[in-house]
Nanobody, 132 residues
Framework: HVQLVESGGGSVQAGGSLRLSCVAS????????????VGWFRQAQGKERERVAS????????SYTDSVKGRFTVSQDNAQNTVYLQMNSLKPEDTAVYYC??????????????????????WGQGTQVTVS
């Protein structure tokens, strides 16, 4: 079981930036953090959780949902077991609790954006992002 801890959320004005971090520990036996798919999700109040972005830590392949393309960037630091979500040009509609999730998914499945929340067993506690 992998433990995930998000940080970096906060309140920012529209047009501003935030960088979220997702730190992992406790990799499944036989796997290292260089073979995980890490997904970012968000859930606005009163709405369903939605996909945001993903990264395959084994090769760096990424995918983004259309609403964040060109504004958000997902990256990794495998030495620190950390995945980042850089969020620029934030909009009020980006306001949500942001979650990272990780699981052993194939690179094509991960980077191709075929994943969804049902594919992930390991979840962080979430971090609030508020854009006004």
């Amino acid at each position: 079981h992998v433990q995930l801890v998000e940080s970096g959320g906060g309140s920012v004005q529209a047009g501003g930036s935030l960088r979220l971090s997702c730190v992992a520990s406790g990799a499944a036996s036989g796997y290292t953090y260089s073979s995980y798919c890490v997904g970012w999700f968000r859930q606005a109040q009163g709405k369903e959780r939605e996909r945001v972005a993903s990264i395959y830590t084994g090769g760096g392949g990424v995918s983004y949902t259309d609403s964040v393309k060109g504004r958000f960037t997902v990256s990794q630091d495998n030495a620190q077991n950390t995945v980042y979500l850089q969020m620029n040009s934030l909009k009020p509609e980006d306001t949500a609790v942001y979650y990272c999730a990780a699981d052993v998914l194939g690179p094509v499945y991960c980077s191709g954006g075929y994943w969804d929340e049902v594919d992930f067993v390991n979840w962080g506690q979430g971090t609030q992002v508020t854009v006004s």
